[in-house]
């Protein structure tokens, strides 16, 4: 084989194994690159899925705080008047006085002062007793809130470390692609040293 044909050589099969290194380079950070839209895509449907209830949780801590008064006695007093005026109690109410007139009435002692104590009393009861559940029940909304938000940290804090390890990939992938494309690099230009070598030698 002639010295050109071995430079010629050398040089084309130089250029295309660079070639065949930059298309690894691109299909390896190309495939990272979807990896870290994907991981995005996942995070952003997960924390629209959980927003609700991230959200519903604020407003019941929210709510119970106003009940105790941690935000104020106008807000304490605001939201005792929308519990006092809400359809659940004013339910209860109307049951437990139609269930104490109708015994009242059925013994013979509707008119007496004792019926209208007991309805005071009795009202006072029931406006407690549903208060405590109504605080339990925002309660509960508090505490999916609160998994809620700690899901969505935790989906986040993954998604992060996946996005950053697909980062470093990529860093990686290019800095194997550089140290390739110099090895493709000496060795042709050792094999074209070679052959101008062999073609000093060769001259008489």
Known sequence: MGIGAII???????????????????????????????????????????????????????????????????????????????????FLRDRAQKNLVRNASAIGGLGGGNVRSALVEQGVGFAQQDYNNQFGRLGQLAGQGQTAATNIGNFGANASNNISNAYGNIGNARATGIQNQNQIFQNVLGQVSGGFGQLGGAAP
Do not use: Y
């Not at 050589?9 to 290194?21: D, E, H, R, T, Y």
């Not at 629209?48 to 807000?75: M, R, S, T, V, Y």
């Open 8 to 90: 010629g050589g050398a040089i084309v099969g130089g250029l295309f194994s660079s070639k065949s290194n930059d298309k690894a380079v691109d299909a390896q950070v190309e495939g990272q690159d979807k990896s870290i839209e994907e991981q995005r895509r996942q995070f952003d449907a997960t924390q629209a899925n959980l927003k609700p209830f991230q959200d519903a949780g604020q407003a019941a801590i929210g709510e119970q705080q106003n009940l105790i008064g941690l935000n104020g006695n106008e807000a304490q007093q605001a939201s005792f008047d929308a519990f006092n005026a809400s359809p659940g109690q004013k």
